[in-house]
């Protein structure tokens, strides 16, 4: 029996959860919204990701809220990194190993709330100071408020733990 796995390029066909508020929609018919919710589908890439967003979004460069919680992502796909409006980003309860794929993170400007508590990751140590000396400008991590004190313990803890890179001096310029 051969199973069926979710992609990304299968909400082109999908019609949106209604929510609350109904869903506004441009002209050409695509969705005014600034958010997407793809938690608990199974997902275990983000293949075709702007593609699928320029289809049904008439403004996927002001996207500012993804939610890809619960998933089977393995890694934090670069193509996050191509939305700087994004604000709030989901992604607990994936499959993501390695804590460096956090720093892929560090270019968003906007970035102020993240999850990733329920992946490999989070069982590393220093989980929480590593993401917070990464990502210093996010304000909740995990759902959790981050505190001056919570500043202050990752600076510490990258004080310690990671060593700065050496300035190469060029020799012969004498």
């Known amino acids: ?37 793809l938690n608990n589908n199974v997902l275990n ?20 809220w993804i939610d890809l919680s619960f998933n089977d992502l393995t890694s934090i796909d670069p193509v996050l990194t191509t939305f700087f409006n994004l604000s709030v980003l989901y992604l607990h309860g994936n499959s993501i190993q390695r804590l460096g794929e956090v720093n892929k993170l560090a270019v968003l400007p906007r970035l102020r709330s993240l999850t990733l508590h329920g992946n490999p990751m989070e069982e590393e140590k220093g989980y929480r100071q590593y ?29 310690m733990n990671i060593k700065p890179k050496k300035a190469w001096i060029k020799r012969n310029t004498l």
């Open 131 to 159: 993401v917070l000396c990464t990502l210093s400008r996010i304000t909740t991590f995990d759902f959790s408020g981050v505190t001056k004190a919570d500043r202050t313990t990752a600076e510490v803890w990258k004080r």
């Open 45 to 64: 890439d983000l293949r075709d990701f702007n593609q699928v967003a320029s289809q049904l979004l008439e403004h996927p460069e002001n996207l500012a």
């Open 1 to 37: 029996m051969v199973e069926f796995q979710p992609s990304v390029t299968d909400l082109v066909n999908e019609e949106p959860r209604t929510g609350l508020r109904p869903l506004k929609r441009s002209k050409s018919g695509k969705s005014l919204t600034q958010s997407l919710w």
